[in-house]
């Protein structure tokens, strides 16, 4: 590589970099304007699912499943020294004023018990969402669009989060859609085994990644016989399946249950239209709900236009994850959640990517280069 190729490189590179992180902060700004961590003192207080319940393994099943963050918070908390903490809770501004009261906008910060807990949870949802960016680019690429339209496709990916996160969102968002496009770029790029200690950090996070193992044989087949695509499927699954056998003994005894069945309710909700129209403040304005008629026009126009340019194991993967995802959401979810419908997340990450791909092709001239069937 000649020098002025690496520096080129190297620029691009750390553009990237800060375009993913000011993406990844706005939509983090977003989700947190709207959602905090669902504690008390805030209007998005659940006491079933709020940060200090989860903390304290208090909280409603299945939410309290999702101890990936909590645990580690509480690792942390547990190794640091009481006068450390003292001095991290009594630190000041230039200005006099307390850093715990100016750096977050939230009283369960400003609790002595749970507030360093509280800044490591912060900290690691931004970080996942940097994460995210990263990762979805990666996959985009991995799958053979071009480096631009993949950075553009993941930044659009991620500012359109905050609008997913619509009559509800969560501190596992993040990390699920960081997982997410992680599992598909090392599907994509590496031998299964490699995937092993991601798929269990990911079903700690959230059990329902399990769901999205059968959606990855496409993309291990792609590298792989089928009986060794096969038999990384399913040892993927077990590892899933063995880290969400171990959190519900060992939150057993909790109230709640794994699932709670509305369909009756979904059938109410689709019989009126009004609630296509409900409003949700999302980055701080007051704008339609994320499950409106408009949003999901631009998505089937996305679909439309894109899966033909989706490679051959990108559809399969979708299919399989459609197959899957649809039937739960309508059984087992909360009408209008499209949070719900994660496991679709890096199918329109690939769409917007090829959509992206023929519109940079036909702004710069080069319609004879508009995407055709890749293979990924």
């Known amino acids: 590589m000649s020098r002025t190729d690496f520096k080129s490189k190297l620029y691009y590179r750390t553009c990237c970099l800060a375009l993913f992180f000011l993406a990844a902060a706005a939509s983090f700004n977003g989700f947190y304007g709207k959602w905090h961590f669902r504690e008390a003192g805030t209007s998005a207080f659940m006491a079933g699912a709020s940060l200090d319940a989860m903390l304290d393994g208090t909280a409603m099943r299945p939410y309290v499943y999702r101890q990936l963050l909590p645990m580690l918070a509480n690792w942390i908390d547990a190794r640091v020294p009481d006068q450390t903490k003292d001095r991290l ?16 906008d939230s009283p369960l910060a400003r609790n002595r018990a749970c507030f360093l807990r509280y800044w490591v949870v912060y900290t690691a949802v931004f970080l996942f969402a940097w994460i995210a960016v990263h990762a979805m680019y990666l996959a985009a690429k991995a799958a053979g669009y071009p480096p631009a339209a993949s950075a553009l496709a993941a930044i659009a990916m991620i500012l359109l989060l905050p609008y997913f996160l619509t009559r509800g969102g969560f501190l596992y968002d993040f990390p699920e859609l960081a997982f997410f496009a ?9 031998d299964w085994g490699w995937m092993v200690p991601v798929v269990a950090l990911a079903a700690w996070n959230k059990e329902s990644f399990l769901l999205f193992i059968p959606a990855l044989y496409p993309l291990l087949r792609r590298r792989s016989s089928r009986l060794s695509a096969l038999a990384g499927t399913t040892l993927l699954g077990l590892t899933c399946a063995a880290v969400y056998g171990l959190l519900r003994l060992r939150f057993q005894h909790n109230p709640g249950g794994t699932v709670e069945l509305h369909l009756s309710d979904q059938i109410d909700y689709m019989l009126h239209p ?4 409900l409003r949700e403040k999302t980055y701080g304005l ?3 709900q994320g499950f409106n008629p408009l949003l999901w026009a631009l998505i089937a126009w996305t679909a439309l236009r894109g899966w033909r340019f989706l490679p051959r194991p990108l559809q399969r993967h979708a299919q399989i994850a459609a197959i899957i995802n649809f039937p739960l959401y309508l059984l087992f979810c909360v009408p209008g959640e499209l949070r719900d419908l994660s ?29 055709t069937r890749q293979s990924a």
């Open 286 to 288: 007051l704008v339609l």
């Open 274 to 277: 009004s609630n296509l129209l």
């Open 343 to 371: 496991l679709l997340y890096v199918t329109l990450l690939f769409l917007l990517a090829a959509n992206l791909t023929a519109w940079i092709a036909s702004c710069v001239g080069e319609r004879g280069n508009a995407p």
């Open 89 to 104: 809770y009594a630190a000041t501004l230039y200005n006099g004023k307390l850093f715990r009261e100016d750096f977050i």
């Open 182 to 190: 992680l599992a598909v770029w090392m599907a994509l790029k590496f």
